[in-house]
């Protein structure tokens, strides 16, 4: 079957680093992506991975490992307007989404 | 500003109700995408279109049905609906269906189906 694990809640203080993490098990892979869902709003696009390595974008980060199934998001010098869900999805050999259920993260001050 | 509009934000309806979601994208995408997301889970995709022609459907209860008149309109047709079905309903379009194809969200509809 098809899987996406990441953790389901994280919590980290205003400033600091945070790093979710995301493994996965697909029929196939044209790539991961990572989402920011704030509560009540729709999900808007971080960033796209389809190679192996670090993606910078400003002070979020996205990583592939296409051998090890795993892809993380580091998120830098953390505000309070980061605090949402974060969700990872793979592209499967079909081009849909598999999506894993979310990572809330928590900023406290 | 996603460029994906849905209707009605928020929506109650009994059991033996008929009621329509109606989406709209105005980004020139020709894919659109209906997709059920339930409180800590992962979304769940129910219904693709591409060029206005419906590639796939993830085995959804007959219960819901799609409408796609158009590439900008999508529309997702409820009846006889189960208190499980409530959730919150997320259409997307793309570019089109592709590997690395950014899929853009509507805020989505609230369901509750008493």
């Known amino acids: 079957g098809q899987n996406i694990d990441q953790p389901t809640e994280m919590t980290a203080t205003e400033g600091a680093i945070v790093q979710i993490n995301c493994t996965y098990q697909?029929?196939?892979?044209?790539?991961l992506f990572w989402y920011q869902q704030h509560a009540g709003e729709a999900p808007t696009f971080l960033s796209y991975n389809v190679l192996d390595g670090l993606e910078e974008k400003g002070r979020f980060s996205s990583f592939l490992s296409r051998s090890k199934g795993y892809s993380y998001l580091l998120l830098k010098e953390l505000q309070m307007k980061d605090s949402a869900s974060y969700l990872c999805a793979v592209s499967d050999s079909n081009y849909q989404l598999i999506w894993g259920a979310g990572t809330k993260l928590i900023i406290k001050p | 500003e996603t460029g994906v509009t849905q209707t009605p934000r928020h929506l109650v309806m009994g059991m033996t109700n008929k009621k329509s979601l109606k989406c709209e994208q105005h980004l020139g995408h020709n894919a659109m995408y209906w997709y059920k997301q339930s409180a800590k889970k992962p979304l769940e995709l129910m219904f693709v279109y591409n060029f206005k022609e419906q590639t796939e459907n993830n085995s959804v209860p007959s219960r819901f049905s799609p409408e796609c008149p158009n590439s900008s309109h999508l529309f997702l047709h409820l009846h006889t609906l189960q208190p499980e079905d409530s959730a919150l309903y997320l259409c997307a379009s793309s570019q089109e269906v592709g590997a690395s194809e950014t899929q853009y969200f509507g805020p989505g509809t609230r369901l509750l189906v008493l």
């Open positions: 697909t029929s196939g892979f044209n790539g």
